[in-house]
Protein backbone atom coordinates (compact mmCIF):
# COMPACT_ATOMS: atom_id res chain seq x y z
CA UNK A 1 0.00 0.00 0.00
CA UNK A 2 1.88 3.08 -1.18
CA UNK A 3 0.93 6.63 0.44
CA UNK A 4 1.39 10.02 0.01
CA UNK A 5 2.57 11.95 3.28
CA UNK A 6 2.58 15.75 4.40
CA UNK A 7 5.16 18.06 3.60
CA UNK A 8 6.58 20.17 6.12
CA UNK A 9 9.70 22.77 4.93
CA UNK A 10 11.87 24.62 7.33
CA UNK A 11 12.74 28.46 6.31
CA UNK A 12 14.54 31.31 7.89
CA UNK A 13 17.86 33.47 7.86
CA UNK A 14 20.93 31.73 8.41
CA UNK A 15 22.58 30.98 11.02
CA UNK A 16 19.65 30.43 13.33
CA UNK A 17 20.05 26.51 13.96
CA UNK A 18 17.92 25.39 11.08
CA UNK A 19 20.69 22.40 10.16
CA UNK A 20 20.44 21.79 13.35
CA UNK A 21 16.72 21.32 13.92
CA UNK A 22 16.39 19.50 10.89
CA UNK A 23 18.94 16.65 12.07
CA UNK A 24 17.08 17.15 15.79
CA UNK A 25 14.01 15.80 14.24
CA UNK A 26 15.30 13.36 11.87
CA UNK A 27 17.25 11.75 14.43
CA UNK A 28 13.68 10.27 15.69
CA UNK A 29 12.58 8.60 12.10
CA UNK A 30 13.41 4.72 11.73
CA UNK A 31 15.84 5.66 8.25
CA UNK A 32 17.42 8.59 6.22
CA UNK A 33 15.37 9.01 2.37
CA UNK A 34 18.20 11.39 0.95
CA UNK A 35 20.80 13.74 2.11
CA UNK A 36 21.63 16.02 -1.16
CA UNK A 37 24.33 18.70 -1.44
CA UNK A 38 23.40 22.15 -2.62
CA UNK A 39 25.90 25.18 -4.14
CA UNK A 40 26.62 26.39 -0.63
CA UNK A 41 25.51 23.99 1.65
CA UNK A 42 23.80 20.97 2.49
CA UNK A 43 19.92 21.02 1.42
CA UNK A 44 18.51 18.14 2.58
CA UNK A 45 15.17 16.00 2.65
CA UNK A 46 14.16 13.41 5.04
CA UNK A 47 11.51 11.52 6.48
CA UNK A 48 10.11 12.01 10.01
CA UNK A 49 8.37 9.22 12.22
CA UNK A 50 7.37 9.65 15.24
CA UNK A 51 4.45 9.13 18.22
CA UNK A 52 1.92 11.32 19.11
CA UNK A 53 -0.46 10.54 21.65
CA UNK A 54 0.24 7.02 21.27
CA UNK A 55 -0.35 7.17 17.29
CA UNK A 56 2.14 6.89 14.68
CA UNK A 57 3.10 9.88 12.35
CA UNK A 58 5.12 10.48 9.41
CA UNK A 59 5.91 13.46 6.85
CA UNK A 60 8.67 15.15 4.69
CA UNK A 61 10.88 17.32 6.26
CA UNK A 62 12.57 19.50 4.08
CA UNK A 63 16.01 22.37 4.99
CA UNK A 64 15.42 25.19 2.63
CA UNK A 65 18.66 26.74 3.82
CA UNK A 66 20.29 29.13 1.35
CA UNK A 67 18.87 32.67 2.65
CA UNK A 68 22.67 33.73 2.86
CA UNK A 69 23.72 37.57 2.34
CA UNK A 70 20.44 39.35 1.96
CA UNK A 71 21.90 42.64 0.95
CA UNK A 72 22.58 40.32 -2.57
CA UNK A 73 19.62 40.46 -4.08
CA UNK A 74 17.78 39.44 -1.06
CA UNK A 75 14.09 39.95 -2.00
CA UNK A 76 14.55 37.67 -5.00
CA UNK A 77 16.20 35.37 -3.37
CA UNK A 78 14.24 34.42 -0.77
CA UNK A 79 10.75 35.29 -3.03
CA UNK A 80 11.99 32.02 -4.32
CA UNK A 81 12.98 29.93 -1.82
CA UNK A 82 9.39 30.55 0.27
CA UNK A 83 7.22 30.36 -3.22
CA UNK A 84 8.69 27.14 -3.59
CA UNK A 85 8.00 26.23 -0.09
CA UNK A 86 4.35 26.82 -0.46
CA UNK A 87 3.86 24.97 -3.12
CA UNK A 88 5.14 22.07 -1.89
CA UNK A 89 4.91 22.08 1.81
CA UNK A 90 1.28 21.53 3.83
CA UNK A 91 3.46 23.41 6.71
CA UNK A 92 5.65 25.52 7.26
CA UNK A 93 8.34 26.37 9.92
CA UNK A 94 10.04 29.71 10.67
CA UNK A 95 13.10 29.60 12.52
CA UNK A 96 14.41 32.45 14.28
CA UNK A 97 17.37 33.39 16.94
CA UNK A 98 16.14 33.90 20.11
CA UNK A 99 18.85 36.23 21.02
CA UNK A 100 17.95 38.39 18.13
CA UNK A 101 14.86 40.84 18.13
CA UNK A 102 13.44 40.45 15.08
CA UNK A 103 14.79 42.11 12.32
CA UNK A 104 13.18 43.54 9.06
CA UNK A 105 14.22 40.04 6.93
CA UNK A 106 12.44 38.13 9.82
CA UNK A 107 9.55 40.45 8.83
CA UNK A 108 9.86 39.72 5.47
CA UNK A 109 10.06 35.96 5.69
CA UNK A 110 7.03 35.41 8.01
CA UNK A 111 5.16 37.54 5.88
CA UNK A 112 5.51 35.21 3.05
CA UNK A 113 4.47 32.37 4.66
CA UNK A 114 1.62 33.97 6.15
CA UNK A 115 0.58 35.10 2.45
CA UNK A 116 0.49 31.26 1.98
CA UNK A 117 -2.69 30.25 4.13
CA UNK A 118 -0.48 27.30 5.50
CA UNK A 119 -0.20 26.58 9.02
CA UNK A 120 2.70 28.43 9.84
CA UNK A 121 4.90 27.66 13.40
CA UNK A 122 7.45 29.81 14.64
CA UNK A 123 10.44 28.58 16.15
CA UNK A 124 12.51 30.49 18.39
CA UNK A 125 15.52 28.50 18.36
CA UNK A 126 19.05 28.70 20.96
CA UNK A 127 16.81 29.01 24.09
CA UNK A 128 20.17 27.38 25.67
CA UNK A 129 22.29 30.60 25.23
CA UNK A 130 22.38 33.60 27.11
CA UNK A 131 20.44 36.51 26.29
CA UNK A 132 17.83 34.48 24.79
CA UNK A 133 14.47 36.72 24.44
CA UNK A 134 10.53 35.54 25.72
CA UNK A 135 8.27 34.07 23.04
CA UNK A 136 6.52 37.78 23.17
CA UNK A 137 9.27 39.35 21.90
CA UNK A 138 8.19 37.21 18.79
CA UNK A 139 4.54 38.09 18.72
CA UNK A 140 5.18 41.01 16.33
CA UNK A 141 5.69 38.70 13.56
CA UNK A 142 2.26 37.76 13.63
CA UNK A 143 2.68 34.31 13.86
CA UNK A 144 0.03 32.45 16.34
CA UNK A 145 1.73 29.36 17.35
CA UNK A 146 5.39 30.02 19.08
CA UNK A 147 7.63 27.22 19.70
CA UNK A 148 11.01 28.11 21.80
CA UNK A 149 13.35 25.07 20.98
CA UNK A 150 17.21 24.43 21.79
CA UNK A 151 17.79 21.98 18.83
CA UNK A 152 21.21 21.64 20.34
CA UNK A 153 19.88 19.96 23.72
CA UNK A 154 16.47 18.75 22.56
CA UNK A 155 14.44 21.11 24.19
CA UNK A 156 11.16 21.94 23.11
CA UNK A 157 11.25 19.08 20.38
CA UNK A 158 8.63 17.19 21.86
CA UNK A 159 6.52 20.12 21.97
CA UNK A 160 7.07 21.09 18.22
CA UNK A 161 6.66 17.33 16.94
CA UNK A 162 3.00 17.78 18.47
CA UNK A 163 2.30 20.86 17.24
CA UNK A 164 3.08 19.58 13.65
CA UNK A 165 1.08 16.69 14.00
CA UNK A 166 -1.88 18.87 14.93
CA UNK A 167 -1.26 20.94 12.26
CA UNK A 168 -1.02 18.91 9.26
CA UNK A 169 -2.96 16.23 7.60
CA UNK A 170 -2.33 12.58 8.37
CA UNK A 171 -0.61 10.39 5.54
CA UNK A 172 -2.82 9.04 3.17
CA UNK A 173 -2.77 5.61 2.26
CA UNK A 174 -3.85 5.03 -1.09
CA UNK A 175 -5.03 0.92 -1.03
CA UNK A 176 -4.11 -1.69 -3.70
CA UNK A 177 -5.89 -0.68 -6.79
CA UNK A 178 -3.96 -3.43 -8.24
CA UNK A 179 -1.90 -1.00 -10.22
CA UNK A 180 1.29 -1.39 -10.61
CA UNK A 181 3.17 2.00 -9.82
CA UNK A 182 6.58 2.38 -12.01
CA UNK A 183 8.62 5.62 -11.58
CA UNK A 184 11.50 6.38 -14.01
CA UNK A 185 14.60 7.59 -11.80
CA UNK A 186 17.71 9.37 -12.88
CA UNK A 187 19.85 12.60 -13.04
CA UNK A 188 18.70 15.28 -15.86
CA UNK A 189 19.44 14.16 -19.81
CA UNK A 190 19.63 10.65 -18.99
CA UNK A 191 16.46 9.88 -21.33
CA UNK A 192 13.64 9.20 -18.30
CA UNK A 193 10.99 11.51 -20.41
CA UNK A 194 11.93 9.98 -24.03
CA UNK A 195 11.79 6.68 -22.43
CA UNK A 196 8.45 7.80 -20.56
CA UNK A 197 6.67 8.26 -24.20
CA UNK A 198 8.35 5.41 -25.46
CA UNK A 199 6.61 3.06 -23.29
CA UNK A 200 3.72 4.87 -23.12
CA UNK A 201 3.72 5.11 -27.33
CA UNK A 202 4.62 1.09 -27.12
CA UNK A 203 0.73 0.33 -25.92
CA UNK A 204 -2.48 0.02 -27.62
CA UNK A 205 -4.79 1.19 -25.04
CA UNK A 206 -3.87 4.39 -23.54
CA UNK A 207 -6.12 5.00 -20.34
CA UNK A 208 -5.37 8.20 -18.81
CA UNK A 209 -2.86 11.18 -19.71
CA UNK A 210 -2.39 13.38 -16.85
CA UNK A 211 0.23 16.45 -17.42
CA UNK A 212 1.93 17.35 -13.80
CA UNK A 213 1.63 20.86 -12.84
CA UNK A 214 5.14 22.44 -11.08
CA UNK A 215 4.13 20.01 -8.04
CA UNK A 216 3.03 16.95 -9.12
CA UNK A 217 4.82 14.19 -11.41
CA UNK A 218 4.16 13.08 -14.56
CA UNK A 219 1.76 10.46 -14.90
CA UNK A 220 0.54 7.88 -17.75
CA UNK A 221 -1.54 4.90 -16.82
CA UNK A 222 -1.19 1.93 -19.92
CA UNK A 223 -2.06 -1.23 -19.97
CA UNK A 224 0.16 -4.39 -20.28
CA UNK A 225 -0.98 -7.87 -20.30
CA UNK A 226 -3.90 -7.38 -18.63
CA UNK A 227 -2.31 -5.49 -15.87
CA UNK A 228 -2.70 -1.71 -15.52
CA UNK A 229 0.58 0.05 -15.41
CA UNK A 230 0.44 3.78 -13.96
CA UNK A 231 4.13 5.04 -14.98
CA UNK A 232 5.40 8.18 -13.12
CA UNK A 233 7.99 10.81 -14.69
CA UNK A 234 10.53 12.60 -12.18
CA UNK A 235 12.46 15.84 -13.09
CA UNK A 236 16.19 14.91 -12.62
CA UNK A 237 17.93 15.23 -9.46
CA UNK A 238 21.42 17.08 -10.24
CA UNK A 239 24.43 15.48 -8.92
CA UNK A 240 26.51 16.89 -5.64
CA UNK A 241 27.44 20.77 -6.52
CA UNK A 242 25.00 21.23 -8.98
CA UNK A 243 21.88 21.55 -7.91
CA UNK A 244 20.61 24.95 -7.64
CA UNK A 245 18.16 26.68 -4.79
CA UNK A 246 14.53 26.86 -4.98
CA UNK A 247 12.92 24.84 -8.25
CA UNK A 248 16.00 22.35 -8.25
CA UNK A 249 15.74 21.42 -4.62
CA UNK A 250 11.80 20.89 -4.48
CA UNK A 251 12.61 18.44 -8.01
CA UNK A 252 14.45 16.32 -5.48
CA UNK A 253 11.29 16.25 -2.62
CA UNK A 254 9.36 15.19 -6.18
CA UNK A 255 11.93 12.02 -6.83
CA UNK A 256 11.98 11.24 -3.22
CA UNK A 257 8.27 11.14 -3.26
CA UNK A 258 7.84 9.17 -6.67
CA UNK A 259 9.83 6.57 -5.11
CA UNK A 260 7.98 6.45 -2.07
CA UNK A 261 4.69 6.12 -4.20
CA UNK A 262 6.34 3.47 -6.49
CA UNK A 263 6.19 -0.28 -6.26
CA UNK A 264 9.15 -0.46 -8.90
CA UNK A 265 11.81 2.16 -9.94
CA UNK A 266 13.97 2.18 -13.50
CA UNK A 267 16.90 3.42 -12.70
CA UNK A 268 18.34 5.47 -15.79
CA UNK A 269 21.69 6.21 -16.51
CA UNK A 270 23.22 7.25 -19.50
CA UNK A 271 25.62 4.60 -21.53
CA UNK A 272 28.07 7.89 -22.22
CA UNK A 273 28.39 8.69 -18.46
CA UNK A 274 28.49 5.83 -16.24
CA UNK A 275 30.11 5.00 -12.83
CA UNK A 276 28.16 8.33 -11.51
CA UNK A 277 28.10 8.19 -7.72
CA UNK A 278 24.80 10.03 -7.77
CA UNK A 279 23.72 7.01 -9.52
CA UNK A 280 24.77 4.56 -6.71
CA UNK A 281 23.24 6.75 -4.08
CA UNK A 282 19.77 7.02 -6.03
CA UNK A 283 19.92 3.42 -6.39
CA UNK A 284 21.07 3.25 -2.30
CA UNK A 285 17.51 5.90 -1.20
CA UNK A 286 15.40 2.97 -3.42
CA UNK A 287 17.02 0.12 -1.58
CA UNK A 288 16.30 1.84 1.76
CA UNK A 289 12.53 2.59 0.97
CA UNK A 290 11.97 -1.03 -0.19
CA UNK A 291 11.10 -0.65 -4.12
CA UNK A 292 11.90 -2.95 -6.72
CA UNK A 293 14.99 -1.51 -8.60
CA UNK A 294 15.70 -2.46 -12.58
CA UNK A 295 19.20 -0.25 -13.13
CA UNK A 296 18.43 0.94 -16.98
CA UNK A 297 21.35 2.18 -19.52
CA UNK A 298 19.79 4.39 -21.59
CA UNK A 299 21.00 6.04 -25.11
CA UNK A 300 22.60 2.61 -26.05
CA UNK A 301 21.58 3.56 -29.85
CA UNK A 302 24.44 6.06 -29.54
CA UNK A 303 27.12 3.88 -28.65
CA UNK A 304 28.73 4.06 -32.33
CA UNK A 305 31.63 1.28 -32.07
CA UNK A 306 29.63 -1.44 -30.48
CA UNK A 307 29.73 -5.21 -30.85
CA UNK A 308 28.90 -8.73 -29.46
CA UNK A 309 30.88 -7.72 -26.89
CA UNK A 310 30.26 -4.26 -25.80
CA UNK A 311 27.92 -5.33 -23.74
CA UNK A 312 29.70 -8.09 -21.79
CA UNK A 313 32.38 -6.09 -21.18
CA UNK A 314 30.12 -3.58 -19.82
CA UNK A 315 27.88 -4.93 -17.93
CA UNK A 316 30.89 -6.65 -15.36
CA UNK A 317 31.69 -2.56 -14.85
CA UNK A 318 28.31 -2.05 -13.74
CA UNK A 319 27.67 -4.83 -11.62
CA UNK A 320 30.97 -3.91 -9.58
CA UNK A 321 29.59 -0.16 -8.66
CA UNK A 322 26.39 -1.76 -7.74
CA UNK A 323 27.09 -4.56 -5.82
CA UNK A 324 25.37 -3.56 -2.37
CA UNK A 325 21.85 -3.99 -4.93
CA UNK A 326 23.39 -7.62 -6.60
CA UNK A 327 19.66 -8.33 -6.64
CA UNK A 328 19.07 -5.42 -9.55
CA UNK A 329 18.62 -7.09 -13.08
CA UNK A 330 20.56 -4.69 -15.51
CA UNK A 331 18.76 -4.20 -19.12
CA UNK A 332 20.52 -1.88 -22.01
CA UNK A 333 17.97 0.01 -23.62
CA UNK A 334 17.16 2.75 -26.20
CA UNK A 335 13.75 4.55 -26.70
CA UNK A 336 15.21 5.57 -30.15
CA UNK A 337 15.01 2.18 -31.35
CA UNK A 338 12.65 0.68 -29.38
CA UNK A 339 15.78 -1.89 -28.31
CA UNK A 340 14.25 -3.79 -25.15
CA UNK A 341 11.41 -1.06 -24.18
CA UNK A 342 9.26 -3.93 -23.91
CA UNK A 343 11.23 -5.66 -21.82
CA UNK A 344 11.23 -3.53 -19.35
CA UNK A 345 7.16 -4.07 -18.55
CA UNK A 346 7.94 -7.79 -18.22
CA UNK A 347 10.70 -7.23 -16.07
CA UNK A 348 7.92 -4.73 -13.71
CA UNK A 349 5.37 -7.48 -14.04
CA UNK A 350 7.96 -10.29 -12.77
CA UNK A 351 9.74 -7.93 -10.22
CA UNK A 352 6.17 -7.36 -9.02
CA UNK A 353 4.90 -10.91 -8.40
CA UNK A 354 8.42 -11.76 -6.44
CA UNK A 355 7.76 -9.16 -4.24
CA UNK A 356 4.12 -10.67 -3.37
CA UNK A 357 5.37 -14.35 -2.78
CA UNK A 358 5.07 -15.68 0.36
CA UNK A 359 7.32 -18.67 1.88
CA UNK A 360 5.85 -21.20 3.84
CA UNK A 361 7.25 -21.07 7.58
CA UNK A 362 7.89 -24.82 7.57
CA UNK A 363 10.49 -24.32 4.14
CA UNK A 364 11.87 -21.19 5.68
CA UNK A 365 12.81 -22.84 9.04
CA UNK A 366 14.56 -25.69 7.50
CA UNK A 367 16.42 -23.35 5.30
CA UNK A 368 17.28 -21.34 8.67
CA UNK A 369 18.69 -24.78 10.57
CA UNK A 370 20.38 -25.79 7.15
CA UNK A 371 22.28 -22.24 7.22
CA UNK A 372 23.07 -22.22 11.29
CA UNK A 373 24.58 -26.26 10.73
CA UNK A 374 26.49 -25.29 7.84
CA UNK A 375 27.90 -22.06 9.32
CA UNK A 376 27.17 -21.16 12.78
CA UNK A 377 26.70 -17.49 14.30
CA UNK A 378 30.13 -16.49 15.94
CA UNK A 379 29.30 -14.27 18.96
CA UNK A 380 31.46 -13.42 22.25
CA UNK A 381 32.33 -15.57 24.78
CA UNK A 382 29.40 -16.82 26.67
CA UNK A 383 27.06 -14.91 24.58
CA UNK A 384 26.49 -16.28 21.12
CA UNK A 385 23.75 -15.57 19.59
CA UNK A 386 21.12 -18.58 19.07
CA UNK A 387 18.16 -18.08 15.65
CA UNK A 388 15.25 -20.44 16.79
CA UNK A 389 12.90 -19.85 13.80
CA UNK A 390 11.55 -17.52 11.33
CA UNK A 391 8.53 -16.42 9.73
CA UNK A 392 7.57 -14.19 7.35
CA UNK A 393 5.54 -11.11 8.63
CA UNK A 394 5.19 -8.76 4.90
CA UNK A 395 5.04 -8.76 1.04
CA UNK A 396 6.69 -5.76 -1.05
CA UNK A 397 9.07 -5.51 0.15
CA UNK A 398 9.21 -9.89 1.56
CA UNK A 399 9.73 -8.91 5.21
CA UNK A 400 11.20 -11.73 7.00
CA UNK A 401 11.61 -11.93 11.30
CA UNK A 402 14.18 -13.97 13.23
CA UNK A 403 13.43 -15.12 16.82
CA UNK A 404 15.95 -15.82 19.51
CA UNK A 405 18.36 -14.52 22.37
CA UNK A 406 21.72 -13.04 22.33
CA UNK A 407 20.54 -11.32 19.07
CA UNK A 408 22.33 -7.99 19.13
CA UNK A 409 25.74 -10.05 18.90
CA UNK A 410 24.59 -11.39 15.38
CA UNK A 411 27.19 -9.34 13.22
CA UNK A 412 26.18 -7.54 9.77
CA UNK A 413 28.06 -10.12 7.60
CA UNK A 414 26.12 -13.10 9.03
CA UNK A 415 22.83 -11.03 8.18
CA UNK A 416 24.37 -10.65 4.82
CA UNK A 417 24.78 -14.63 4.94
CA UNK A 418 21.14 -15.19 5.95
CA UNK A 419 20.24 -12.97 3.54
CA UNK A 420 21.88 -14.86 0.40
CA UNK A 421 20.76 -18.10 1.73
CA UNK A 422 16.93 -17.34 1.60
CA UNK A 423 17.79 -15.81 -2.16
CA UNK A 424 19.49 -18.76 -3.44
CA UNK A 425 16.59 -21.04 -2.07
CA UNK A 426 14.01 -18.25 -3.14
CA UNK A 427 13.48 -15.96 -6.57
CA UNK A 428 13.95 -12.61 -4.95
CA UNK A 429 15.55 -10.97 -8.31
CA UNK A 430 14.83 -7.45 -8.49
CA UNK A 431 13.69 -6.49 -4.81
CA UNK A 432 14.82 -6.11 -1.63
CA UNK A 433 14.25 -7.92 1.01
CA UNK A 434 14.02 -7.20 4.93
CA UNK A 435 15.62 -9.41 8.06
CA UNK A 436 14.90 -8.22 11.76
CA UNK A 437 15.79 -9.74 14.67
CA UNK A 438 13.49 -10.36 17.73
CA UNK A 439 14.89 -10.99 21.10
CA UNK A 440 12.28 -12.98 23.07
CA UNK A 441 13.37 -11.91 25.88
CA UNK A 442 12.85 -8.15 25.29
CA UNK A 443 9.26 -9.27 23.59
CA UNK A 444 8.32 -10.51 26.96
CA UNK A 445 9.15 -7.20 28.66
CA UNK A 446 7.51 -5.25 25.88
CA UNK A 447 4.61 -7.22 26.44
CA UNK A 448 4.44 -6.87 30.26
CA UNK A 449 4.69 -2.62 29.90
CA UNK A 450 1.79 -3.21 27.22
CA UNK A 451 -0.45 -4.69 29.64
CA UNK A 452 0.55 -2.72 32.00
CA UNK A 453 -0.45 0.37 29.73
CA UNK A 454 3.25 1.81 30.38
CA UNK A 455 4.19 1.41 26.66
CA UNK A 456 2.34 2.73 23.28
CA UNK A 457 1.34 -0.14 20.88
CA UNK A 458 3.52 -0.01 18.55
CA UNK A 459 3.87 -1.34 14.61
CA UNK A 460 6.98 -3.37 15.78
CA UNK A 461 4.56 -4.52 18.61
CA UNK A 462 2.16 -5.38 16.37
CA UNK A 463 4.33 -6.89 13.55
CA UNK A 464 5.94 -9.32 16.39
CA UNK A 465 2.41 -10.62 17.55
CA UNK A 466 0.87 -10.91 13.93
CA UNK A 467 4.50 -12.74 13.49
CA UNK A 468 3.92 -15.32 16.47
CA UNK A 469 0.75 -15.63 15.38
CA UNK A 470 1.43 -16.87 12.20
CA UNK A 471 4.30 -19.01 13.39
CA UNK A 472 2.25 -20.95 15.64
CA UNK A 473 -0.45 -21.45 12.99
CA UNK A 474 2.20 -22.20 10.04
CA UNK A 475 4.64 -24.55 12.31
Known amino acids: ?32 VAKEAGTTRDNVIGK ?29 SIQEQIDEAVVAADAILVVVDSTLYPTDADRLVAKKALKS ?43 LLDTIAASIPPAVD ?20 QLFNTLAGKQQAV ?60 LLMDVNELNVSLDQRLAGIIDEAGKGLVLVVSKWDSVID ?32 GQNVTKLFDLALDIHGRRHQEVKTRALNDLLQKAILSHPPAGLK ?6 RYIVQTDVAPPWFVIYGSNLKFVHWSYKRYLERTIRDAHDFAGTPIRLSFRDEKQLKKNRERVAAGKEPVTKAYKQAKEAEKRSSEKK
Open 48 to 76: VSYLSDGKEAEFWLVDTAGLKNPEDDFEA
Open 382 to 387: NSHPKL
Open 207 to 266: VANIAGTTRDLNRITVRYQGTAIELIDTAGIRRQGKQETGIEKFSVLRTMQAINEADICL
Open 174 to 193: KPDDDILRVALIGRPNVGKS
Open 1 to 32: MASKLPTVAIIGQANVGKSSLFNRLVRARQAI
Open 117 to 159: KKPVILIANKVDLKGSLPADEFKRLGIKDIIRTSAEHSQGISE
Open 306 to 337: KDAYTRDSLAPKIAYNFKFVPWAPLIFTSSVT
